[in-house]
């Protein structure tokens, strides 16, 4: 061999054995943040219209708002879970980066601040305070962005199982619940958990209307709970809770049926937690939302536009509803997409959606569902086409169809 042509092969061999091999860059990053949204002042509370709009007089547990940075290189997404009655598009659209997509979902206690919505809502939720809707929003934005701070490279895992001694069907003895008990978890890549997403569907309500203290209700209570056992922040989104009321383990009083009940459902999640065996760095994400002009209202002061959505995670779809549909509708799409989760009260609340059947029989269930009988199965059906059509994704921040 010539001299020249060995003395470059040598090279070439040298080079190749010094240069590193570079590992391929992280393809899942995500951040978590936590915020206390516990008034300062004494606004009303949200959630009965029994106190009809009376102040709170104390707080017995802080609660918060918590942020979870998702990011892939094609997607970003933040979900923001409040300890609040419910989500309104206006907040929701204020707190959203322009280039990422947001959920903001409600755990729906009734013992959260109230003054945060316009119009229809005052009987349940209080004078409308401007000064407050401006702090909580700026509360909201701040721990998007810091959980968008926080990002960093990080793997997944879902788990599922069933609790259905902690929720009842409050409009007809042994009626329907949804039993399931959803988790993902997310961890960085040395195993060590960041977050703790539930789902579970149940009203907020085992503080009843004679409460006046700030409290995240049961809710609160299994967020402590969990992260006292998983560490990592835990975060709740509420299910399809319209018609489904918690039970309570044991307690001597309503707080302590929260504690109980707060305990029971943190260990069944953590046992879920302890079982998983592997998480996944490989995380596909895509989110598509529609404005939609909505069926005639019979309230006339009811908006005539909301938004619906549709969250994928590895194939996994999360529904977004803008309020409180019955478990009928819940079960109805978990039937059609095997798998899913139910996101009530997210991005929205426009009431509640019924069954039609339900809607004839009334109750208090029908005095707040503002778009007839038809309301619970159009929306049922609209989610339906999101669902099919789940390869889609819209552009980062902008709803297909336009804002509200």
């Known amino acids: 061999m010539r001299p020249l042509v060995l003395s470059a092969l040598l090279f070439i061999l040298a080079g190749c ?5 570079s590992a391929p860059p992280p393809a899942f990053w995500a951040g978590v943040a936590v915020v206390d949204i516990t008034p300062a002042k004494n606004v009303p509370l949200g959630g009965y219209g029994a ?3 009376r102040p709170m007089t104390g707080v017995h547990d802080p609660i918060h708002a918590k942020a979870l940075w998702l990011e892939t290189p094609e997607t970003r997404l933040c979900i923001v879970t409040t300890d609040l009655i419910g989500s309104t598009v206006e907040i929701r659209d204020r707190i959203r980066p322009a280039d990422a997509h947001l959920i903001l979902a409600a755990s729906h206690t009734h013992s959260g601040p109230g003054a945060l919505a316009r119009g229809f809502w005052k009987l349940a939720m209080g004078e409308f305070d401007e000064a407050f809707h401006e702090e909580m929003t700026a509360r909201l934005k701040g721990v998007v962005e810091k959980a968008r701070a926080d990002r960093r490279p990080a793997r997944i895992a879902f788990a599922r199982g069933e609790a259905p001694e902690f929720a009842r069907n409050r409009r ?21 958990p960041m977050a703790v997403l539930a789902n579970y569907a149940a009203h907020g309500t085992l503080l009843g209307d004679k409460n006046f203290l700030v409290s995240g209700d049961w809710i609160g209570a299994f967020q402590r709970a969990l992260e006292a056992r998983v560490p990592g922040v835990a975060l709740f989104t509420n299910g399809a809770e319209g ?14 049926k929260c504690a109980a009940l707060g305990e029971a459902l943190a260990e069944r999640s953590a046992n879920l937690v302890r079982a998983l065996d592997k998480t996944s760095a490989q995380v596909t994400i895509s989110y598509v939302e529609r404005g939609v002009d909505l069926p005639s209202p019979t309230l006339p002061a009811a908006p005539t536009r909301s938004v619906l959505g549709l969250l994928q995670i590895n194939g996994v779809r999360f529904f977004c509803f803008p309020g409180e549909p019955a478990v009928e509708l819940g079960l109805e799409l978990k039937k059609r997409f095997p798998g899913s989760w139910i996101f009530g009260l997210a991005n929205d609340h426009l009431g509640y959606f019924l069954t039609e059947e339900q809607y004839q029989k009334g109750g208090y269930e029908r005095l ?13 059906e609209r989610l339906t086409e999101l669902g099919e059509r789940g390869h889609a994704q819209d552009r980062p921040g902008e709803p297909e169809g336009g804002r509200r």
């Open 172 to 192: 007809v003895k042994d009626g329907p619940i949804d039993p399931e008990l959803n988790l993902l978890l997310v961890t960085d890549l040395l195993a060590r």
């Open 17 to 21: 054995r010094s240069a590193p091999i």
């Open 51 to 53: 106190r009809q709009g």
């Open 368 to 380: 707040v569902s503002f778009y007839g009988p038809g309301m619970g199965p159009w929306l049922v």
């Open 243 to 256: 018609d489904v009321a918690p039970r309570a383990p044991a307690g001597r009083d309503d707080f302590e």
